[in-house]
């Protein structure tokens, strides 16, 4: 198996199932429909990774806002308690449009939480740990076209722009066509990454815009990405519309820069063993980054060695005497 | 004998037919020459030269003294096979032959030529055959005569395929110092191909510069910065460079907001106040900053890489560490106060061991921007660098380097609780 195969190969391991996708675009698309036809609501968009095209699996959730007239609600958008007015009002539409009992437009909603920032909508049963959500966010949209968003516990709105993210991973994805692919195998990595704590996929998310290159193919682009951002970890990583601020501050930082640095030094290895020609020690580098579901070599079809068992022989390669002055 | 062919003259020769005179600048003593104008046919020569200060040869006169002619490929392939053995000459009845337009038969001195032969690649694909060529012809015969055609690219984009220029090209570094290491350091950074250089520097090029200093006497009295701009444009002119004859300390504010334009900061300023208000503004601004000097009177040189990190602590964090272990003695006359002691120590190294220094300061600093854009070939072993110059025994630890030319690299250390320049204001 090649490089690509390898890569191609693993990813499907990686991605959810195409029917599982499609069963959560329905369901967010549905929130989407049944909102906008209330008169106070001029837009509805869906946000999060699901509409980034770089979620991982399984998808628990989807997030949808809901953005309203601010001539209905000339109250909403000043600190205060119209922070939770504005989700209590979203619950509210949900509850008479989807409820399952008694919903006018589909009997979907098993039950509704009120949130920090958004209404947790389940469409399973709430004590099943898989249960299917629908965030749904109540929002303002501001004169500069970002948002503002009700931030219920410390009763004030805030700003966002949750588009600002969806255009740079779009775009970034038109440049080069492995770029939401690689985000879902980083969401992936970081999962049994050595770290202290979690690290949040949206910090994956925003370290492959800043750091994964527009070009190349997959393997260079990872050396790229690993080599960056075991650097620019240090650094924080921001919001990149510029108004939420960092985006973990107890991110274990120099935690995640010490396992980019590993990968990249696999990844580097892997690189050359493949510029080499060494195939197969590059598919065992890059299943060392990336666990058993990356594809090992073909076994030999006899053993090298009346010792079986024993790693692969991996020798230095030598400089050659070319001078240069 | 060689004859340089101008990117304009070569392109008119190339395009234009069938055949024409030919003038140049000779530099007989040193047996070149460059074309200097052509003409089509047995029109007027009109001149294919530069603007004067990029010029070849241009105190020399010019001398119509040849022609240009397009030829058949088979031509070039007999000038490679006599250019290889010396002395060799064609007959001047095979050479005829081989100019279909424009042969002119040579009189007692003979002539130059230059012969285009359009299609070679096609011709001979193997050969890989210029497709521009000189001859001398007499009536002995033609004998085949170096060239050098000027390339499309002259600058850092040749070597866009081995070196990453296109990102360098795109980074602003601030150089604040241009002493010794300082101008060392500037034509460094300028020979990595870094596109926009920052100079910052209040002194004036004096007569006992000169000794360490890569400017050229005809500066004594001018700015440094001037100076080493001025270099550099005519050296490396792939490197924009912005002049700034400031002090650091004095015109921090100025420096401070040069910084929001700037990726990397590089100082190689005598003393340790500019040094410590450059890691200072430097930390502030989010920026890293490299480090250089020498110490014990150049007999080591020193690099420290500050990087904005919350685990690595600034310049006076990292001197603390230091001579809390006892490796460091802070000099009393330098370390004091604003306004109180000496600037600098005057300096006694030698010229090409600052240089050394710097060139080791702007790998650092290219290769701190090169890994943050993801090239893990130039990682950096470590964040304090310490260079045997004139190694002598007994030093402590960390600087008791075995032998010169030894470089040992150090980890940064971590700040120290109420660093006013570690923890934020």
């Known amino acids: 198996m090649g490089i690509d195969d390898a890569f191609d190969a693993f990813q499907k391991t990686v991605n959810e199932d195409i029917d599982k996708t499609r069963l959560a675009r329905e369901r967010r698309d549905l929130f989407k429909t049944a909102l906008l036809s209330e008169p106070d609501v001029v837009e509805t968009f869906g946000s999060g990774s699901l509409s980034r095209s770089t979620q991982l699996k399984p998808i628990h959730d989807v997030d949808v806002v809901i953005v309203y007239d601010p001539d209905e609600h000339p109250e909403w958008g000043n600190d205060g308690p119209s922070a939770q007015d504005a989700l209590e009002h979203a619950r509210t539409q949900v509850n008479r449009l989807l409820s399952q009992t008694n919903g006018t437009h589909a009997n979907e909603v098993r039950h509704t939480l009120v949130r920090n920032h958004a209404v947790k909508c389940f469409l399973d049963d709430p004590e099943d740990p898989e249960a299917f959500t629908v965030d749904v966010m109540a929002a303002l949209r501001q004169e500069d076209g970002s948002l503002l968003i009700p931030e219920k516990l410390n009763t004030r709105w805030v700003p966002a722009n949750p588009e ?67 650097v620019r970890v240090h650094e924080g990583v921001w919001d990149p519309a510029g108004l939420c601020g ?59 060695s009346l010792i079986t068992g024993t790693p692969a022989l991996i020798t230095a390669r030598p400089i050659k005497d070319a001078p240069q002055g | 004998m060689l004859i340089l062919i101008p990117q304009s003259a070569a392109a008119i020769m190339r395009s234009s037919g069938p055949w024409g005179r030919l003038s140049l600048r000779i530099n007989h003593p040193e047996r070149f020459a460059v074309v200097r104008g052509l003409s089509e046919r047995g029109d007027g020569i009109f001149p294919v030269e530069p603007p004067p200060e990029h010029r070849l040869l241009g105190s020399y006169p010019p001398v119509s003294t040849g ?9 070039h392939l007999m000038w490679l096979a006599l250019s290889a053995r010396r002395g060799m000459l064609m007959k001047l009845d095979a050479f005829k032959a081989a100019v279909p337009n424009g042969y002119k038969a040579p009189g007692d001195p003979g002539y130059w030529a230059i012969t285009h032969a359009p299609g070679l690649k096609d011709a001979y694909p193997e050969h890989n055959l210029p497709d521009l060529v000189a001859w001398h012809v007499t009536r002995e015969g033609a004998q085949p005569i170096s060239v050098s055609v000027e390339p499309e690219a002259t600058g850092i984009c040749q070597l866009k395929d081995h070196w990453p220029v296109h990102e360098l ?15 060392a350091t500037a034509h460094a950074l300028a020979g990595y191909g870094i596109g926009h250089l920052t100079l910052v520097d209040p002194d004036r090029l004096d007569w006992h510069n000169l000794v360490r200093h890569t400017s050229a006497r005809r500066h004594i009295g001018r700015s440094k910065v001037t100076a080493l701009a001025e270099d550099l444009a005519a050296l490396r002119p792939d490197t924009t460079v912005t002049p700034w004859a400031l002090d650091v300390i004095e015109h921090a504010d100025q ?36 480090l250089a000097c020498v110490l014990q009177d150049g007999a080591l040189g020193e690099i420290l890489r500050l990087r904005p990190w919350p685990q690595h602590g600034c310049l006076t964090c990292r001197r603390q560490s230091l001579a809390q272990a006892g490796g460091l003695d802070p000099e009393p006359a330098l370390d004091a106060g604003y306004g109180t002691g000496t600037r600098h120590r005057p300096m006694t190294a030698v010229g090409s061991d ?31 660098a310490l260079l045997g110059l004139r190694r002598q025994p007994d030093w402590a630890p960390p600087f008791d380097l075995g032998h010169t030319a030894e470089l040992r690299w150090l980890p940064a250390t971590p700040p120290i609780s109420g660093c006013p320049t570690c923890e934020a204001p």
């Open chain 2, 255 to 290: 420096i401070r907001a040069l910084l929001a334009d700037t990726h990397l900061v590089v100082c190689t300023a005598d003393g340790v106040a500019p040094r410590r208000v450059t890691g200072h503004l430097a930390r502030r601004a989010g920026l890293t900053a490299v």
């Open chain 2, 354 to 384: 600052l240089h050394l220094v710097a060139q080791l300061a702007a790998k650092t600093a290219v290769a701190t921007i090169l890994e943050r854009a993801g090239h893990p070939d130039q990682r950096l072993p470590g964040e304090h």
């Open chain 1, 164 to 230: 600002y993210l969806i255009g740079q991973v779009a775009d970034h994805q038109r440049d080069w066509p492995h770029f939401r692919p690689l985000v879902r195998v980083l969401k992936q990595w970081r999962l049994t990454a050595p770290v202290q704590g979690r690290i949040k996929s949206l910090v994956m998310e925003v370290l492959a815009l800043n750091c994964m290159p527009r070009f190349g193919n997959r393997s260079q682009a990872l050396k790229t990405f690993f080599t960056a951002a075991a």
């Open chain 2, 67 to 75: 022609w240009w002619c397009r030829v058949h490929a088979d031509l």
């Open chain 2, 169 to 183: 090209q795109n980074t602003r570094i601030m150089l604040i110092g241009a002493g010794s290491i300082g101008s």
């Open chain 1, 246 to 304: 960092q985006i973990q501050p107890d991110l274990d930082h120099a935690g995640l820069s010490d396992a980019f640095t590993d990968a990249a030094d696999l990844a580097e290895r892997a690189c050359a063993a493949a510029a080499e020609g060494d195939t197969d020690n590059a598919l065992r580098l890059w299943q060392k980054i990336f666990g058993d579901d990356f594809p090992a070599p073909a076994a030999p079809a006899k053993p090298a």
